[in-house]
C-alpha cells in the first residue's frame, strides 16, 4: 500500500474520538470514541460551585483506546503506512503540573484533589479571579487585553491559574508551572521529561493566555505579580516561543509507539483548541463565520492579515494571527450555551419519567428512548407554530455569555409566559434565544468592520436539527451551509497532521484534498425577517435590563 495515512484525534467535553484518515482524499477508515469514565460520574466536580474538572488518566486511556481500536479498525496495512498524529482538544482547560511536566494529580498525594485536575474550559470557578484581571488591565499603559476583546473571561488560562493557587496551598507549593490540555498531549506523546521542553500552541496562548508578539510574548512579570504576588516569577516558568498547528511537536515516543503498536518515525502534531481546528476540517473560507454547533459553541472566522492591520474586535474571544490557519487572523466568539439550553429543557420535561418511580416492568432503556425522543418531538411541533410580537421570548444565557461582551453573571430568562404556553411554544422561545444570540456575535463582526458572507454549520446540532438551522438562516439573514463530516474537528486535527508530516505543504492544501463538502444549505425566509428583527430587539431590551 503506498498511501500514506495519519490519525486525528479530538478531545471534547464528555468524551474522545479519533479517525484514521487517508490523506490523499479524506476518507476515513477506522474511528472509535471513549468516553471519560470519572467525568460520566460526576467525580471532582461541584455544579453548585461552577467546579468542572477532569482527571488525566481519562484522557490517558482514552488515547490509547481510541488509537488501538481505530487501528483495529482499519487493519494492519493500514497501521504501517501512518504517518502522523495530532490532537486538539477543549480551552482553556489548563493543569498544574510539576517540574517534568507531569500533572499533579498523576502524584502521590495528589490522586483525587480537585485543583490538581484538569481545569475544563466550562468551570467558573474563577469569577472573582477575572474580576480581578480586568479591573488591573485598565490600570495599565499597556492594553494586555486589546487582542481578547477587551473583557477577560474566568474560562481562561490566568484566572484559573490565580484561583486555584489561591485556593490550595498544597498546590501552590507543587506547582511549577500551568499547562493547557493541547499542549501537554503532544508532550506526553513524545515522551517529553522536563516542562521547558514544551511545545506551547499559539491557538490557546493568544486567545487564552495573553500572549501577543506585540509585547515579545506573555505580559511582564509585573504584570502580573503587581496583581497578586502568588503569580510573581510564574512566567519564566511558561513559555515565550509559541507555535502553529501545522508544526511537528517531535515524534512519538517508544513507550507510546510500544503502547499503540506503531513505529517513532510517526510525527507528533503541534495541538491547538477543538473549535480552531475543527474549523478548518469544515473548510471554513475568509469572512465565513465556521460555527461549531455542540453543547455551547465555538464562532470562528478567518481574513488575511493584511485586511485586518489595526482592528480589534471588542466584546469577542480574540483575534491572533495564525490560530486557525497560519498566515491569516484567527477570530473566535461563540455562546457559552446553545445545546446546553435545549437539554436542560429536555431534563425539565424528563424529570417525572426519571424520578416518580414507574412500575418495575418499564425497563430503564425504554425511559432513556422516550426522553432521547422530546427535543425531536419538539422541533416539529416548534416548527408548525404561529408566532408574533407577544409571543414566548427568551434569552439564552443559561450558562452566562461568552461573547459578544463575556458576562458569567447573566442568566437565562423566559418571559412573555401564559396560561397558554406550552411546551412547544417555550422550546422554540429557546430555540429563537440561542439564534438571536448567534446574530448579537455576527452584528458585533459587522459593526467593527469585518463582514461575515455566511456561515458553516459544524457539529452535531449542525448535522441533527434542521428546525433551529433554519431558524438560524431565517434570523440572520445569511445562508448556512453545512459540511458533510460528522467529526470536522477529528478531520481537521488530521488535516494538520498531514501538514506536519510535511504531506502538503500548506494546512489549506490538506483542507482542500481531504475535506469533504457541503450537503445542505439553509436559506433564509426573507418573509420572516420584519418579525424576527422586532423580536431581536425585544430580545436585546430584556438583556439591557438585565446588565
Known amino acids: 500500500m503506498s498511501r500514506n495515512f495519519v490519525i486525528g484525534v479530538d478531545y471534547g467535553t464528555d468524551s474522545v474520538r479519533s479517525v484514521i484518515v487517508d490523506t490523499v482524499n479524506g476518507q476515513e ?6 468516553h471519560y469514565p470519572r467525568w460520566k460520574d460526576g467525580m471532582y466536580c461541584n455544579v453548585s460551585l461552577n467546579q468542572f474538572r477532569q482527571h488525566p488518566l481519562d484522557y490517558i486511556e482514552g488515547l490509547e483506546s481510541v488509537i488501538k481500536n481505530s487501528l483495529a479498525e482499519a487493519g494492519e ?3 504501517e503506512n501512518i504517518r502522523a498524529i495530532s490532537i486538539d482538544t477543549t480551552g482553556s482547560t489548563p493543569i498544574a503540573v510539576d517540574e517534568t511536566g507531569t500533572p499533579l494529580s498523576l502524584l502521590p498525594g495528589f490522586e483525587n484533589d480537585p485543583d490538581a485536575m484538569f481545569v475544563l474550559w466550562k468551570d467558573h470557578s474563577s469569577i472573582k479571579e477575572m474580576m480581578e484581571i480586568n479591573g488591573h488591565a485598565k490600570k495599565n499603559q499597556t492594553d494586555y487585553l486589546k487582542y481578547v476583546g477587551g473583557i477577560y473571561s474566568s474560562e481562561w488560562f490566568w484566572s484559573k491559574l490565580l484561583h486555584v493557587l ?3 496551598e498544597k498546590i501552590r507549593s507543587a506547582c511549577y508551572s500551568w499547562v493547557e490540555h493541547a499542549d501537554w498531549m503532544p508532550f506526553l506523546l513524545t515522551g517529553g521529561k522536563h516542562i521547558s521542553e514544551m511545545k506551547r500552541n499559539v491557538c490557546t496562548a493568544g486567545h487564552k493566555g495573553l500572549w501577543s508578539q506585540d509585547w515579545n510574548g506573555l505580559p511582564p512579570d509585573d504584570f502580573f505579580s503587581s496583581l497578586d504576588p502568588l ?4 512566567t519564566t516558568r511558561l513559555y515565550k516561543e509559541t ?3 501545522d508544526k511537528p511537536a517531535g515524534n512519538l515516543s517508544a513507550e507510546w509507539a510500544e503502547k499503540l503498536g506503531l513505529n517513532t518515525n510517526v510525527v507528533v502534531g503541534i495541538g491547538a483548541m477543538d473549535a480552531h481546528v475543527g474549523a478548518v476540517g469544515g473548510q471554513i473560507e475568509p469572512y465565513y463565520l465556521s460555527k461549531v454547533m455542540g453543547t455551547s459553541t465555538c464562532d470562528m472566522l478567518v481574513a488575511p492579515v493584511s485586511e485586518m492591520q489595526g482592528k480589534f474586535i471588542r466584546g469577542i474571544c480574540g483575534l491572533v494571527d495564525g490560530s486557525v490557519i497560519p498566515g491569516m487572523i484567527g477570530m473566535e466568539a461563540g455562546q457559552s450555551a446553545f445545546g446546553d439550553v435545549y437539554a436542560w429543557f429536555k431534563n425539565l420535561l424528563a424529570w417525572p419519567l426519571r424520578n ?15 426522553v432521547e425522543k422530546i427535543i425531536p418531538a419538539l422541533s416539529k411541533q416548534a416548527s408548525q407554530l404561529l408566532f408574533d410580537e407577544d409571543s414566548e421570548l427568551s434569552t439564552d444565557w443559561f450558562n452566562g455569555r461568552r461573547t459578544p461582551d463575556a458576562n458569567p453573571f447573566l442568566k437565562g430568562s423566559i418571559t412573555g409566559l401564559n396560561l397558554g404556553s406550552d411546551a412547544p411554544k417555550i422550546f422554540r422561545s429557546l430555540a429563537e434565544a440561542t439564534c438571536f444570540g448567534a446574530k448579537a456575535i455576527v452584528e458585533r463582526f459587522i459593526e467593527q468592520g469585518v463582514p461575515v458572507k455566511g456561515l458553516i454549520g459544524i457539529g452535531g446540532v449542525a448535522r441533527k436539527s434542521a428546525f433551529i438551522m433554519q431558524m438560524m438562516a431565517d434570523v440572520l439573514g445569511i445562508p448556512i451551509k453545512i459540511n458533510k463530516s460528522e467529526q470536522t474537528s477529528a478531520l481537521g486535527a488530521a488535516m494538520f497532521a498531514a501538514t506536519a508530516a510535511c504531506i502538503y505543504e500548506k494546512v489549506e492544501d490538506a483542507m482542500n484534498a481531504m475535506g469533504q463538502g457541503f450537503d445542505i444549505t439553509y436559506y433564509p425566509d426573507k418573509t420572516k425577517a420584519e418579525m424576527y428583527e422586532k423580536r431581536y430587539k425585544q430580545y436585546l431590551e430584556i438583556g439591557d435590563l438585565k446588565l
Do not use: Q
Open 166 to 168: 489561591r485556593n490550595n
Open 356 to 370: 416518580m418511580g414507574l412500575p418495575s416492568s418499564v425497563p430503564e432503556n425504554s425511559i432513556d428512548e422516550m
Open 29 to 34: 477508515v477506522g474511528t472509535s470514541v471513549f
Open 77 to 79: 496495512a493500514v497501521r
Open 231 to 234: 503569580l510573581k516569577g510564574f
Open 243 to 245: 507555535f502553529t498547528a
